[in-house]
């Protein structure tokens, strides 16, 4: 939950009782919803509510079972998402007496197609498990943390063979990599190259380390290299042999013009081949192999852009087992095999749960995955022989979570990393300008998925506020938008598809009309600006444009302010896009961040202006109209400006002014049209870029939440014995 400390930060001496009425109109508040919310039901659903009360009694009183499926099935079609769920688990119940396969088939369609239902999914899962063989569970299963990563250090990759090594990348130095020693205790630098957080001069090449893994023997260690500068974004794959002490030296393995970037997984036993995952410029996933000596690429096969979560070679060489989704539409992964010589490939494990590749037993005898299958995420296994596998999946520990596979050990040890993405939550407030004080203490305003929102927005008629969640699974992230009534209270999430990645940091916006939100992502591997649609949550892309940062619509609706690029590929564009004809035109380029707002009367972007690299000195209004921008504000070093939001008269702006390495920050009214800055007597710390409502006194703002270090874990024992034959 959002702690005391953080709000105690953010209004300081303004500690206001609020007072018991509160709660007593907060009570009220809830009560008149509730009831509101009753009357809004569809009378449709009414009808249909009826009809599934008659199934129950056709079902569970009158034995007439026929009868109640064909009643289900018809309250199944129900747009009433819930309606519709329960109707299946009751049919589901239904088919139970007539035939189990027939049964698991409804339970799977619950769990698979209304997990956003959640009560009735779980019910369904465990209808679900209730179905299935025991579990065969190992006794002496051990879980144990091993490591916490150094501060600023992020796992990328895997462990080594023997378990000994753990290589992280650590971003408070510039994205290089190290290598812990786990019998030693102590840190090895591997990359001394990388800048991702040191200051860079405009254009200058911007390098960081990212996924690696390690030579069965131990000895070498393959790694992606990102590369970017005025020419774009590219990816190498670079080995090193980790004999010796100190830095090592690289060697170029492979780079292609055509390849978008690159993923090495795993490294075959004979040391020939390292296992990669590759994307093309046209957005195409490809599963290759790259020669350790001669960085040759053999392509296997082309799969979904998404592209595995995993890939490991079996024991012996023979094969490469990946998981990949099983669907344009679905977040469940599937489990194949394929042989390197393009012979031949087996469905590995394929089920209507989300099963997730974590690697092979040392021996090559079964293969482990990540189920959600009987209701929590457990650990599995599939008996593998002769080529194929073999009977049914084993389970063989409950409840593992969700976490980041490193590979399992040549001892049977698996371990993994347990971190949080820059965890944030949204937080509401009101605020009084004049006074320069808190009005209500600041709340947490979303109470799902704590740790994982951001990004929150106000519809311009002040009916909504909106904000994006970020999720995690084996698979991968996944997104949803959130947004909340502020007449009723309803909440509603909108589960963005499987395909679509939200790119990071980047804002959400309402559109003029409040029917649709706009941000910045990829779908299928293209970026762009989207628009997703306020009740259906359909997706459409508008503006298809490399590297997008934001994008907010004019007041009338049509005209789109997008920006795209960054400094470390010569600066960013603003741009005018006209909704329907498609027409362009550049406001402004050049070294400037992405975080702009438009100004009350629509005639302005307010952007910020980095005079030296990423030192914000000017605060910009750049015409719409496409004329020549001019000063908001401009200050010399070592002070620095940032923009907060306009004034509740919407006559002016509110920024704050700081001197770079002093921990002191003064805020400032200045006008729009002209005329002196004035500095605002306040007593507490308004946080950046905060959303504040029509209204003029109800804030919305991210702040991030206390970071864990990722930290390293195994598990140990968990191995059955070789599995009997067939």
């Not at 569970?60 to 747009?79: H, M, N, R």
């Not at 109470?447 to 994006?468: E, H």
Request: proline share 6%.
């Amino acid at each position: 939950m959002w702690d005391s400390v953080t709000i105690d930060y953010l209004i300081r001496d303004n500690r206001k009782p609020l007072g018991p009425q509160n709660g007593l109109m907060r009570r009220h508040i809830l009560l008149t919803l509730f009831t509101a919310g009753l009357l809004c039901i569809h009378a449709a659903d009414r009808a249909r509510e009826v009809q599934l009360q008659k199934a129950l009694d056709l079902m569970q009183t009158k034995g007439d079972i026929a009868g109640a499926i064909k009643l289900l099935e018809e309250v199944g079609k129900s747009p009433d998402r819930n309606l519709a769920a329960r109707s299946l688990l009751h049919l589901g119940e239904c088919r139970l007496q007539l035939g189990q396969q027939e049964a698991s088939k409804s339970f799977e369609r619950v769990v698979r197609e209304y997990s956003d239902q959640q009560d009735v999914a779980a019910a369904a899962q465990t209808k679900l498990a209730s179905l299935r063989p025991k579990p065969v569970l190992q006794s002496g299963i051990a879980n144990r943390k091993v490591l916490t990563v150094p501060d600023g250090g992020w796992i990328e990759g895997k462990i080594s063979p023997d378990g000994r090594y753990v290589p992280y990348v650590n971003y408070k130095d510039g994205g290089n990599l190290y290598l812990h020693d786990q019998v030693s205790g102590t840190e090895r630098q591997l990359t001394n190259t990388g800048n991702d957080a040191k200051e860079r001069a405009p254009g200058e090449e911007y390098q960081c380390a990212h996924e690696h893994a390690f030579s069965r023997d131990g000895k070498r260690l393959v790694y992606a290299w990102n590369l970017g500068g005025t020419g774009g974004t590219r990816y190498e794959l670079r080995v090193i042999n980790l004999q010796g002490s100190g830095t090592p030296s690289f060697r170029k393995l492979f780079a292609h013009d055509d390849v978008e970037w690159v993923m090495p997984h795993d490294w075959s036993p004979d040391g020939k081949w390292i296992a990669v995952q590759l994307q093309r410029k046209d957005k195409i996933a490809q599963i290759g192999l790259v020669g350790a000596d001669d960085g040759s690429l053999r392509v296997l096969k082309s799969v979904d852009w998404r592209g595995p979560n995993l890939m490991a070679f079996s024991p012996d060489g023979r094969y490469l087992a990946y998981d990949l989704a099983a669907g344009e539409t679905t977040l469940q992964r599937d489990i194949y095999v394929l042989a390197v010589d393009g012979s031949r490939e087996v469905p590995g494990v394929v089920h209507p749960a989300d099963d997730t590749l974590l690697g092979w037993s040392p021996d090559g005898s079964r293969l482990l995955f990540a189920s959600d299958r009987s209701g929590g995420t457990d650990l599995w296994a599939r008996p593998y022989s002769e080529d194929q596998p073999q009977g049914r999946p084993e389970m063989l520990k409950r409840d593992i979570g969700r976490f980041d596979i490193m590979g399992v050990t040549s001892s049977g040890k698996l371990h993994y990393s347990l971190s949080s993405f820059r965890p944030s939550d949204v937080v509401t407030a009101e605020f009084d300008f004049e006074k320069g004080e808190y009005i209500s203490r600041p709340v947490q305003a979303v109470s799902t998925y704590v740790g994982s929102n951001q990004s929150p927005d106000w519809s311009r008629d002040g009916k909504y506020l909106a904000w994006m969640s970020r999720r995690k699974s084996h698979g991968g992230p996944h997104f949803v938008i959130g947004y909340r009534s502020l007449e009723n209270g309803q909440v509603r999430e909108l589960l963005l598809p499987p395909n679509f990645y939200a790119l990071s940091g980047v804002a959400l916006s309402w559109s003029h009309d409040g029917k649709s939100l706009l941000l910045a992502g990829q779908n299928k591997g293209v970026d762009g600006i989207y628009r997703v649609d306020r009740d259906s949550g359909h997706i459409s892309l508008v503006v298809p444009v490399q590297r997008p940062a934001f994008a907010l619509e004019s007041l009338d609706g049509q005209t789109l302010y997008y920006s795209h690029g960054n400094l470390d590929s010569g600066g960013v564009r603003f741009v005018k896009h006209v909704l329907g004809s498609g027409e362009e035109r550049v406001l402004l380029k050049g070294n400037h961040p992405g975080f702009t707002s438009l100004s009350p009367d629509g005639r302005y972007l307010v952007v910020q202006e980095n005079l030296r690299p990423r030192i914000p000195l000017a605060i910009l209004l750049v015409p719409t109209d496409g004329t020549e921008p001019r000063d908001l504000i401009r200050v010399e070093n070592p002070h620095r400006v940032a923009f907060l939001a306009w004034t509740p008269d919407r006559q002016a702006a509110i920024i704050t002014k700081f001197i770079e390495g002093v921990n002191g920050e003064t805020l400032w009214r200045v006008p729009f049209n002209g005329g002196a800055p004035t500095q605002l007597e306040t007593k507490v710390r308004l946080p950046g870029n905060f959303k504040l409502h029509p209204d003029g006194r109800q804030m919305a703002f991210q702040v991030p939440t206390p970071a864990k270090p990722p930290e390293v874990w195994v598990l140990e024992n968990f191995l059955p014995g070789p599995p009997a034959n067939k």
